[in-house]
């Protein structure tokens, strides 16, 4: 699996079934190597959750319906907490039970949107 950053944000999520598309460690590993520095792999490989500081409330919606507006065309949702300033958005694939191809594809697609605001 060698690919760039770009390759992952020009690709869409694929509908899941359930345990199917795992991903192992390794290529867990490998593909937060395409994603922003600021994701983090949580221990057990279930998930991945970057947290995230705005200027104001406002900027912080403007974000948040971003982030949903994408999910919504991607099919694939994060779970989202937000207040004022901050916003922390998790992926992990429920019908899968762990982490899949479309939580990074989710997470590129995120990462992109920030350097559109």
């Known amino acids: 699996m060698h690919m760039n950053k770009n390759a ?8 899941c079934q359930s345990g199917t598309g795992l991903l192992t460690q390794a290529e867990a590993n490998e593909l937060m190597k395409l994603i922003h520095e600021d994701w983090s792999l949580s221990d057990e490989g279930q998930q991945i959750t970057r947290s995230l500081k705005f200027k104001n409330f406002g900027k912080t919606m403007f974000f948040i319906n971003a982030v949903a507006h994408m999910a919504d065309q991607q099919g694939h949702h994060p779970d989202v907490c937000f207040g004022y300033n901050y916003a922390r958005i998790t992926y992990t694939t429920h019908e899968a039970d762990g982490l899949t191809r479309n939580d990074f594809i989710c997470a590129r697609q995120v990462d992109d949107l920030l350097k559109l605001s």
């Not at 992952?8 to 509908?15: G, M, T």
């Open 8 to 15: 992952l944000s020009d690709q869409k999520c694929e509908p």
